[in-house]
């Protein structure tokens, strides 16, 4: 069929139509060819064959990251933002599935060739192919940017935590980003549409229908070259440029807190490693040198916060990793997108002799794109044995055993008992009193923290004249057990 195209402009004058559109006399339409836009040698095996099982694994994964972070006891400001990035990159595959299944998996392209596409499948050609994938990957982009920013204060300016990283900042910032990001593809709902015609040749006594791509009023009225040239630098500027700039600030920002707060930890470490274990009082508390020997003890309070600040640490490891991946793919793509509207813009004859070069990368590019949304989950549960306990619990005793007896009490345990506490401050996000992330800790109370706690509050109500007979006997039964966590063992 491909004579057909190469005589368009003869068989214009000679074929009839139906309803035909007054554009074809104002050079206000052109026929959509598929096939010269989307190499089609490419397109099949990565479009046809990888992209199906990619957003498949993509809905599988992400529906278990929306599980885990929409369960009632996890919803914290980190989560929310995770919660709505893992949505959008679901929305970004499925948008584009249909399309993909339709006209390269069950081989459509052939009837485009050899018919042409039905109204149906052209009409919404543009919007599967194109503009909802790129509103909802935009969504996920700046909302990875946001994370980042979050991350930011979190690390860098602790003192605007309590106002700027909250649940509802987080909704408002997820609502802003999802409204801009349709907002900078709006114009594309007005500016053109699909149109699907037959055209009959009596000379060839064949007949076939064309999709053209139909310009509107809106367009006419703005002007075709100021209209494209600024979408199309909109696009480059905000859907690419500018958050992989955010993006690689942000992470850069992180690395370097992280590791000055690796080193200031590591000094401190070391400045009370041979510090004894003091009690606040005038007196110090004598201990029996035998039982002491092979011990050297560490404040509870500088164990506590080093755990503390281990677990915002590790939280926010987690993360970096989660946006290095999205950079590693993002930054390949921006790159080839704007190459791509700077040949069509400034009209590049270097680049434009390999435009199909060009057209061949943006389809690796799109593939790498989703490619990246499964390693996320792969990435929250090797990097926190708490999601990995969610996920069996969730998959166990929800999924394949729901109504087991034992499976409701779990279930109820995990949302109103001791449990809840413990699993909100140990998932991605997992808030405290400062709705600070995720503490990858075990904050449970073994008993010698029950006598600890026991002996301070004791010591608090004891007059100071039976501090040293009071105290002493608990202390001695705290040595007596297995090593404590707030008790190390000395290596002389």
């Known amino acids: 069929m491909s004579h057909y195209r190469d005589l368009w402009p003869f068989l214009i004058g000679q074929m009839n139509y139906d309803d035909p559109p007054e554009c074809l006399n ?57 919660l709505a990035m893992a949505v959008t990159e679901l929305l970004t595959g499925l948008s584009c599935l249909p399309w993909l299944l339709y006209y390269y998996t069950f081989n459509g392209y052939r009837t485009d060739i050899q018919y042409g596409l039905s109204q149906l499948w052209c009409f919404s050609f543009p919007y599967m192919a194109t503009i909802c994938p790129s509103i909802f990957h935009t969504a996920a982009i700046w909302l990875t940017v946001y994370l980042a920013a979050q991350r930011y ?18 909704k408002q910032a997820i609502v802003a980003i999802c409204v801009c990001s349709l907002s900078i593809y ?31 009023k809106f367009i006419q009225t703005v002007g075709n070259d100021i209209y494209y040239y600024s979408l199309y630098g909109l696009h480059t500027l905000l859907s690419h440029t500018l958050p992989c700039i955010l993006l690689v600030c942000f992470t850069w920002k992180l690395i370097s807190a992280i590791s000055v707060a690796d080193r200031r930890h590591a000094f ?49 490891r987690m993360l970096i990793a989660v946006i290095i991946l999205f950079l590693v793919t993002e930054i390949p793509a921006a790159l080839i997108f704007s190459v791509h509207v700077s ?67 779990i279930l109820r345990s995990m949302h109103h008992g001791p449990h809840a506490r413990l699993l909100q401050n140990n998932l991605p996000g997992g808030t405290n009193t400062l709705n600070e992330p995720t503490q990858f800790s075990d904050d449970r109370k073994y008993p010698y923290d029950l006598q ?18 009071v105290q002493s006997e608990v202390l001695m039964k705290v040595i007596q057990t297995t090593t404590p966590r707030f008790l190390l063992n000395g290596s002389d």
């Not at 199906?52 to 929310?80: G, H």
């Not at 204060?153 to 987080?170: A, E, F, G, L, Q």
């Not at 060839?204 to 229908?209: G, H, L, M």
């Not at 400045?271 to 039982?291: G, H, N, Q, V």
């Open 343 to 409: 040949a069509v813009a400034f009209q590049i004859n270097f680049i434009q002799r390999h435009y199909n070069i060009l057209n061949k990368l943006l389809i690796i590019r799109n593939v790498l794109i989703v490619m990246s949304y499964p390693f996320r989950f792969a990435i929250y549960c090797g990097m926190s044995q708490q999601f990995r306990e969610v996920v069996r619990i969730l998959l166990t005793h929800r999924i394949f055993f729901p109504c087991s007896k034992r499976a409701h009490e």
């Open 186 to 216: 709006a114009p594309e709902f007005f500016a053109t549409y699909n149109g699907s015609y037959t055209l009959y040749n009596p000379k060839f006594n064949a007949s076939r229908r064309i999709c053209l791509r139909i310009r509107t």
């Open 26 to 82: 104002t050079s206000q339409c052109r026929e959509v060819i598929i096939n010269a836009q989307v190499p089609l040698e490419w397109a099949l095996p990565l479009y046809g064959y990888a992209m199906p099982f990619i957003v498949a694994l993509t809905l599988l994964t992400n529906s278990f990251i929306v599980l885990v972070l929409s369960q009632r006891y996890l919803r914290t400001p980190t989560n929310y933002v995770l």
């Open 268 to 316: 401190l470490v070391a400045r009370t490693a041979t510090r004894k274990y003091t009690i606040e009082s005038s007196e110090t508390l004598e201990l029996d040198p035998e039982k002491r020997k092979g011990f050297k003890l560490k404040s509870r309070e500088s164990f506590s916060e080093s755990k503390r600040l281990q677990g915002l640490k590790q939280n926010t």
């Open 452 to 469: 600890l706690e026991e002996w301070n509050q004791s010591r608090m109500a004891s007059p100071r004249s039976s501090f040293l007979n």
């Open 153 to 170: 204060i979190y690390i860098c300016m602790p003192k605007m935590v309590r106002n700027h990283c909250t649940i509802h900042r987080s």
